[in-house]
């Protein structure tokens, strides 16, 4: 947590983004040229960093209401709130509208009651904010919303073990009759699915930049290495 704050401070997590909300402004080039340098010297971190710069924050600055981005969004930019994407379920994965998890509106209409599970779900193991999509109902199709830590009905399991990308926490998450207050329904009802596909294609974007900058550190390293290493005199 303490290093997102750094870089938050830096400028570095939403270099994309508006400067209205503290971004750099810079666009998807710049974003990418910085997910490529980053990627060089930081690489165990940048699962956590597209996140908290991308997957969790964008839906709120194209879809959340000026209220959302002042609570949400600025503070995550600033990095003093840390933020996960809870989407993926154990039956759910490229298939992502077969979500099972479930929001009901609660007999005072003043929550949604949220019961399901997510996992694989980067930063949970310190995140402050998650965007979790869910059906409301019977709905076809999802629907997100902002979930907070401290909220009632939330169960996050121990950490993964991982065989790599040890940098990034990475937890199961459990939603038992979890009371998210209506005004954190993220956008219109019913629009979470195509918020989720907006997301996954501007990652992959920041994905191609991630992976080319971890690249060329590991060529770096190779060709350093095969030119000291001595063998047979």
Known sequence: TE????????GYLCPGYPTEYGGGGLGEVGTCIMAEELARVCSGITSGLMVQSGLSTFPI????SEEQKQRFLVPAIRGDRIVADGLTEPNAGSDANAGKTNAVLSDDGKHYLLNGQKMWITNSGFADVITVFAKIDNDRVLSAFI??????????????????????????IFFNDCKVPVENLLGNR??????????LH??????????LGAAKYAINQSVQYANERKQFG
């Open 3 to 10: 290093l997102f704050s750094k870089m938050g401070k830096l």
């Open 61 to 64: 600055l194209a879809h959340g």
């Open 147 to 172: 979930v907070e830590r401290n909220f009632p009905g939330i169960v996050f399991n121990p950490e993964e073990k991982k065989m790599g990308i040890k940098g990034s926490s990475t937890r199961q």
């Open 190 to 199: 019913g629009q979470g699915f195509r918020i989720a596909l907006n997301i």
């Open 202 to 211: 501007m990652g992959r974007i920041k994905l191609g930049g991630n992976v």
